[in-house]
């Protein structure tokens, strides 16, 4: 059982050379559609749909090496400042907040360096 103010798992997300072709392969494997809009840069599958959406995104600078080119996502309701200001509190390290495509998140590292984000509700 989830608490109204409880964060949810929301979106699986691949920093990657071509956010687009990533989309299309991932598209394929999950038979559902890239959304309108993909470019190299940024693609989502499934933003408007039912389940979790996948999020392809270019990041700045270089491609992470090694482990956790998949991130975790986190979903917060209306209260999602206040949930990244509490999970900072915890002793995540605040990295950026970002916004893109009406898009608002906030990227942390947990204590052992993994990158997670917290996202805004969706615009409606």
């Known amino acids: 059982m989830t608490s109204k103010n409880s964060v949810q798992v929301r979106m699986y997300s691949f920093d990657c050379r071509d956010a687009a072709a990533l989309a299309g392969f991932w598209s394929g494997v999950l038979m559902r559609p890239v959304d309108d809009g993909a470019t190299q840069a940024f693609a989502t599958v499934g933003f408007d749909g039912d389940g979790p959406t996948w999020m392809f995104h270019q990041p700045k600078g270089e491609l992470p090496a ?55 509700p969706r615009p409606e």
């Open 66 to 120: 090694g482990r956790n080119r998949l991130m975790l996502d986190l979903g917060g309701e209306a209260d999602w400042s206040e949930q990244a200001d509490r999970v900072e509190a915890l002793g995540a390290e605040r990295i950026s907040d970002n916004e893109q495509g009406g898009t608002r998140w906030v990227e942390f590292r947990d204590p052992e360096g993994n990158t997670f984000r917290i996202f805004a």
